[in-house]
């Protein structure tokens, strides 16, 4: 249980135009979610909390404007990277907790600008 | 801010061996929780356990414990017996909040140690 679906796995895209990233919870509601940034053989960067029904809270240094985060519904929270550029070209993961379960991670995805 | 600490960035083992990793946290917190998380190749993040403040007994998973010192803020996993397919990047992770009982608040990683199971 307690399985969330990150889709797409991996994505292309020219510079200048933009990417959205799903997170669909699968078998329970995620009130919160996570989304984290990661650079290859670096730790988890974590860029914004979204909770469902209310703005995402963004961590310090991180563009709301190129980084938008929708949650929309219990089930489902999206991040769009908008007029993507080269050096946003990283690994990016989402997360929803549950209280005395932990962390559960999407499979995360790889987005690669050109 | 909470930070935490993992000082060993590469490790290595021979299968079957035991090895220690290490993690230390800073927190002004008395309740937090503690995690070690392992990232394989695939890149999947996938939870090998998880530790409550509270509780003064260490957390045990099948090969893989915890010693669990509150005072000297210390949060080291052992892992017994080590197979090949424990090679992977492990991340010590902290939080310190739950959010009304239902989910916990956001997360902070330690840098990662990368570990190698040599055959």
């Known amino acids: 249980g307690a399985v969330v679906s990150q889709h797409p796995s991996w994505v292309i895209c020219k510079s200048g135009t933009s990417v959205k990233i799903e997170c669909r919870s699968l078998d329970f509601q995620a009130t919160t979610m996570f989304w984290y940034r990661q650079f290859p053989k670096q730790s988890l960067m974590l860029m914004a909390t979204s909770n469902e029904g209310s703005k995402a809270t963004y961590e310090q240094g991180v563009e709301k404007d190129k980084f938008l985060i929708n949650h929309a519904s219990l089930t489902l929270s999206t991040l769009t990277v908008t007029s993507a550029h080269p050096e946003d070209s990283s690994f990016y993961i989402c997360s929803a907790s549950l209280f005395n379960y932990g962390y559960t991670f999407g499979s995360g995805t790889r987005l690669t600008v050109v | 801010a909470q930070t935490v600490t993992q000082s060993q960035p590469e490790m290595s083992v021979q299968e079957a061996e035991t090895v220690t990793l290490s993690c230390t946290y800073d927190?002004?917190?008395?309740?937090?929780?503690l995690f070690w998380y392992k990232q394989p190749p695939s890149r999947q993040m996938i939870l090998v356990i998880r530790?409550?403040?509270?509780?003064?007994q260490n957390a045990t998973e099948n090969r893989f414990s915890v010693n669990f010192q509150k005072a000297a803020k210390s949060f080291s996993l052992k892992i017994s017996d080590s197979q090949l397919g424990d090679a992977a990047m492990y991340f010590c992770?902290?939080?310190?909040?739950?959010?009304?009982?239902?989910?916990?608040?956001?997360?902070?990683f330690g840098q990662g140690t990368i570990l190698t199971v040599h055959p």
């Open positions: 992770a902290y939080t310190d909040s739950d959010a009304g009982g239902t989910s916990y608040g956001k997360l902070t």
């Open positions: 530790q409550e403040a509270y509780k003064q």
């Open positions: 927190t002004s917190e008395s309740d937090y929780y």
